[in-house]
């Protein structure tokens, strides 16, 4: 086994200088595989720091993977940032040049539809929270039902006022979750046809501590280059719409098209 492998970043056209990118995992220098015209981004790490038994063990452990991730993401934004790219997953690896080149080979038509079908485009996430707390006080302005019960409640004798409030509070639980589901619903439908193409993807099973809310969206948008500004017109006018009421929008972008990719390079380390 040799003490060497090749990490491998990201797929590209062939043109891209590889010697202006960015310092790669361990501060590898990268370099440019080149197989006709296609591109792979590598640079070499030592073998037994990656072999697969022990990435895997390493993976839980979050100090370990931070900067290895963070320096994977910066090789493949620069490559994003000049044209086409394919993202490869993080912890790619290749037995030498001749493996990524065979890659290449057997994936080249993969690959260049790949590249042809995201390179016009640019990826944004849309991450929307439900903001209970708020929401919950404007829940008789957005809900009839809740409206009602509310006015009842108000109404009522005491005894009466028990068991409407009760009633209330179920009320109110259903609501949230109807009203935030539309909500969600709503932006995700209103942006994907001003997108190249729109992934929505599952929520966390549970919520992050410094989340802001509850998380009622997760979304990816591939944004065609230069079109912008009808998808952001778009967003802000859902943004004014829902903000007030209890609803956190966070957009980030542009990202390389991570949610896009089809393609996938199998990991070797024999």
């Keep these: 086994m040799p003490d060497r492998v090749l990490y491998a970043y990201a797929v590209a056209p062939t043109g891209l200088d590889a010697s202006r990118a960015p310092v790669g995992i361990d501060e590898e220098a990268v370099r440019a595989v080149v197989e006709g015209d296609l591109t792979a981004l590598v640079s070499s790490v030592d073998t037994s720091a990656y072999a697969p038994d022990r990435v895997e063990l390493l993976t839980?452990?979050?100090?370990?993977?931070?900067?290895?991730?963070?320096?994977?993401?910066?090789?493949?934004?620069?490559?994003?940032?000049?044209?086409?790219?394919?993202p490869l997953p993080i912890f790619t690896l290749f037995h030498d040049e001749s493996r990524v080149r065979e890659m290449l080979r057997e994936r080249g038509r993969e690959l260049r539809a790949t590249l042809q079908r995201v390179g016009i485009g640019e990826e944004y996430g849309l991450r929307v929270f439900r903001l209970d707390d708020v929401l919950t006080r404007h829940l008789g302005s957005l809900s009839s039902a809740v409206e009602a019960l509310e006015r009842q409640a108000a109404e009522a004798t005491?005894?009466?006022?028990?068991?409407?409030?009760?009633?209330?509070?179920?009320?109110?639980?259903?609501?949230?979750?109807?009203?935030?589901?539309?909500?969600?619903?709503?932006?995700?439908?209103?942006?994907?046809?001003?997108?190249?193409?729109?992934?929505?993807?599952?929520?966390?099973?549970?919520?992050?501590?410094?989340?802001?809310?509850?998380a009622i969206l997760n979304a990816f948008f591939l944004v065609k280059r230069g079109a912008l500004a009808p998808f952001q017109e778009a967003l802000t006018a859902i943004v004014r719409e829902h903000e007030a009421h209890g609803f956190r929008f966070d957009f980030t972008g542009p990202w390389p098209p991570y949610h896009f990719v089809r393609a996938r390079a199998d990991a070797e380390a024999s």
């Design 158 to 214: 005491p005894g009466q006022r028990y068991l409407l409030q009760r009633k209330l509070e179920a009320e109110r639980r259903t609501e949230l979750k109807r009203i935030a589901a539309d909500v969600a619903r709503e932006s995700f439908e209103t942006l994907s046809p001003l997108a190249l193409e729109a992934v929505r993807e599952a929520l966390p099973a549970k919520g992050r501590e410094d989340a802001p809310g509850v």
């Design 60 to 86: 839980e452990e979050v100090g370990w993977v931070a900067p290895r991730a963070t320096a994977h993401d910066s090789v493949v934004m620069w490559a994003g940032d000049r044209g086409p790219v394919i």
